[in-house]
């Protein structure tokens, strides 16, 4: 899976007064694929995609799924300053997608 278009104008459009965004971008982690490789990935997509949204949405919360998020939460805090809207009551880091996806599995 490749990258999105970097600050994709349709990106833009489509995000346009959005309240919530919940960002899931990035590559999984390949076989081999070191955690900085993974970071080098996902912090840039992660990045582009903040900065895309939030250009056209300033008042919106940010739910940051792309892993590494320990990483990409604070690239993100980081974007969200640089535009001069970071608000720390909206962006979050959501950890707990991989325990549903295992609860789910177990269940199943």
């Known amino acids: ?8 104008p349709e990106l833009q459009r489509i995000a346009k007064g959005v309240d919530i965004f919940v960002i899931v971008a990035g590559v999984p982690r390949k076989p081999g694929m070191t955690r900085d ?17 939030a250009k056209v949405s300033p008042e919106a919360a940010f739910c940051i799924i792309t892993n590494p998020v320990n990483s990409t939460v604070p690239i993100a805090a980081q974007a969200l300053k640089k535009l001069g809207i970071y608000n720390r009551n909206k962006l979050f880091g959501v950890t707990s997608l991989d325990g549903m996806r295992a609860t789910r599995f177990v269940n199943q």
């Open 37 to 53: 490789d993974l970071f080098k990935v996902n912090a840039g997509i992660c990045l582009d995609v903040v900065l895309t949204t």
């Open 1 to 8: 899976s490749l990258p999105p278009k970097q600050n994709d």
